[in-house]
């Protein structure tokens, strides 16, 4: 009886262990079989997209181009994150070198992009552009974002230099709007003579300041010289350049600027504008926005844009500009969906494009024959008809195209020059030792 008892033990510890071996194994392969069953059953892609669209009404209007790719694509989604400018540029610099940025990402050309190619964390785009992408975009779409031959990056919108005049001030005091740079210099005398501000400038913030110089070094050297002097190949100490400064410091010595320019910030500057104190504004298309929405101006309707003037024996085109390529995305190289990535990125580039354009947020980088030019300001279509249309070329502003502390530096001796503290060769001799180190 006791050896019935010990064998049915045995037998039952038996069952029990096989019981429970098989219930794991049922459970396990139910498991399984689910797991699979939900990877095959969405299918879907998630493509992260970081954008700095954080005001109204391009954050809207942003939400509606994404919302409507994931409709026309439901397995492929993409998600966004928006940040405010200046918190993004150290959150975008922060992931790539941490190799955790997103599918597609907002970026600047120019310099604030390079590291990011040279360190290999950017995905290279040649080999998908060739199925009419770049036939699409205007032309010297890409040439910002193209880095020793090769493009890595889809532009969406475009910075153009832009020398805006009231035009009531220059009928009222029969000013003729400068062609020539001696034509502006008897311009700024004439409304200095009458009490008017020839232009309004606000220094304080620096880069609006660096707009006038990298314009009229421009004028004087080219498109050509230019690059190749922000790329190190020639030297600052060019006389371009040095002319360039003397030109810049005549326009202060000439009053074309108020008294307390140098504590202005860009902000009150352009109120100044707008409330008719000024005669002319130097700066780029997106100053069209604030002198077009804002509901005190007393210039609405009376601003003319145009190209800043030429300069009499200098080198560089009349029609060149400071501009181009600006805004841009990218794919990360790290993308686990690249190819889904770069349809989404050119998706989204085209519609930034026209949308920018169209809220006056920015020019396009598209050719934009579909957009209604009805719903678009006169300034942004006087400024791709006087400015853009059939320019030989441009160069970024000098704070994109170069990198890092360079940018700063050039922006300080700007300054300096604006505020005669260092003369137009201290100025070409800093530029070149302290940014191309030589």
């Known amino acids: 009886m006791?050896?019935?008892k010990k064998v049915m033990l045995v037998v039952l510890s038996l069952l029990l262990i096989l019981s429970a071996s098989a219930c794991g194994n049922s459970s396990n392969n139910s498991n399984a079989s689910n797991s699979s069953k939900s990877s095959s059953s969405s299918g879907k892609i998630t493509l992260t997209y970081w954008n700095i669209f954080t005001g109204e009404p391009a954050k809207t209007k942003v939400k509606e181009i994404i919302d409507q790719w994931n409709k026309e694509n439901p397995n492929v989604q993409i998600v966004e994150s928006v940040t405010e400018?200046?918190?993004?540029?150290?959150k975008i610099k922060t992931a790539i070198a941490a190799n955790e940025a997103p599918d597609i990402f907002q970026t600047w050309a120019g310099g604030f992009s390079q590291p990011f190619v040279e360190a290999g964390k950017v995905l290279q785009l040649d080999s998908y552009l060739n199925d009419g992408t770049k036939d699409?975009?205007?032309?010297?779409a890409l040439d910002n974002v193209t880095y020793n031959g090769k493009i890595y990056g889809i532009t969406y919108d475009q910075q153009a230099s832009v020398l805006y005049v009231n035009k009531e001030l220059f009928d009222k005091y029969n000013v003729k709007i400068p062609t020539t740079f001696s034509e502006l210099i008897d311009a700024i005398k004439t409304f200095k003579s009458k009490g008017i501000?020839?232009?309004?400038?606000?220094?304080?913030?620096?880069?609006?300041g660096?707009?006038?110089?990298?314009?009229?070094?421009?004028?004087e050297g080219g498109v050509q010289l230019t690059r190749d002097a922000l790329?190190?190949?020639?030297?600052?100490?060019?006389?371009a350049f040095v002319d360039a400064a003397k030109r810049l410091q005549e326009m202060v010595d000439a009053g074309a600027f108020d008294a307390g320019f140098m504590g202005l910030t860009r902000d009150e500057a352009t109120a100044e504008f707008n409330q008719g104190k000024a005669a002319m504004y130097f700066g780029g298309n997106f100053d069209a926005a604030a002198f077009d929405s804002d509901p005190s101006s007393l210039v609405k309707g009376k601003i003319e844009a145009v190209r800043f003037p030429s300069i009499e024996g200098g080198k560089g085109d009349p029609t060149e500009y400071i501009g181009g390529g600006a805004g841009a995305l990218m794919v990360s190289a790290n993308s686990k969906h690249k190819d889904e990535a770069v349809k989404a990125a050119k998706y989204l580039a085209k519609h930034l494009s026209d949308m920018e354009?169209?809220?006056?947020?920015?020019?396009?980088?598209?050719?934009?024959?579909n957009v209604d030019q009805s719903q678009v300001s006169q300034l942004q279509i006087?400024?791709?008809?006087?400015?853009?249309?059939?320019?030989?070329g441009n160069v970024p502003a000098w704070d994109l195209y170069l990198m890092g502390d360079d940018a700063q530096t050039h922006k300080d001796l700007v300054a300096q020059l604006f505020a005669k503290q260092i003369t137009p060769q201290e100025f070409a001799k800093q530029m070149q030792q302290k940014i191309n180190g030589k």
């Open 85 to 90: 400018n200046d918190a993004y540029k150290t």
């Open 136 to 140: 699409q975009m205007l032309p010297g």
């Open 357 to 369: 354009y169209l809220i006056g947020a920015g020019l396009p980088m598209f050719k934009y024959d």
């Open 210 to 219: 660096m707009w006038y110089y990298d314009m009229i070094a421009l004028r």
């Open 382 to 392: 006087q400024i791709m008809n006087n400015v853009v249309a059939n320019a030989k």
């Open 197 to 208: 501000t020839p232009f309004a400038l606000g220094e304080k913030d620096e880069w609006p």
């Open 2 to 4: 006791k050896r019935f």
């Open 231 to 239: 790329n190190g190949k020639t030297s600052f100490d060019n006389q």
